[in-house]
């Protein structure tokens, strides 16, 4: 079926061509150019065009995860890290464990398999290092811990 279906479109994109119902523009013809000895005609200057707006830069992203026999989806928000997970056909929002707005930021989500149907996410402001784990469909921030000091040795004397 789906070899048909391309089959057909193939067959229609190439009567298109054939009758000049391409998308492409067409050269003019050879009436329509000035012949080498007319003089040129005067032409109206070429109209300025505005400048090419900048496109805004994307806020939301959408992050998936296939498994065994499921998916999982997240959608949030780059810059203000709220988040949603798919429910139901829905987005159903992700509060916060600490009930504390995160801070504006540059965030992004991860998604990562852990079992055969088994997940995990985690965001990550990527401006400030802040991370946050889901845990009981809540965002637990995860803290950076103060390194060990040295051990010291018994045996050696100072």
């Given at each position: 079926?789906?070899?048909m279906v391309l089959w057909l479109g193939l067959l229609a994109l190439a009567a298109s061509a054939q009758r000049g119902h391409c998308d492409e523009p067409k050269p003019p013809d050879a009436a329509e150019?000035?012949?080498a000895t007319?003089?040129?005609k005067a032409t109206e200057p070429a109209k300025a065009t505005e400048p090419a707006k900048p496109t805004e830069p994307a806020v939301?992203?959408?992050?998936?995860?296939?498994?065994k026999g499921d998916w999982q989806a997240m959608r949030y928000h780059t810059e203000s890290g709220a988040a949603w997970y798919a429910f139901q056909g829905n987005w159903k929002p992700v509060p916060e464990a600490d009930d504390a707005k995160p801070p504006a930021g540059d965030y992004r989500i991860h998604l990562s398999q852990t079992g055969e149907n088994d997940?995990?996410?985690?965001?990550?402001?990527?401006?400030?290092?802040r991370?946050?784990?889901?845990?009981?469909?809540?965002?637990a921030e995860m803290k950076v811990l103060e390194p060990e000091?040295?051990?010291?040795r018994p045996d050696l004397k100072l």
């Open positions: 079926m789906k070899r150019q000035p012949k007319e003089p040129a939301f992203e959408v992050v998936l995860l296939s498994l997940w995990i996410a985690i965001r990550v402001d990527r401006k400030s290092g991370t946050w784990r889901l845990a009981a469909l809540k965002w000091p040295p051990k010291q």
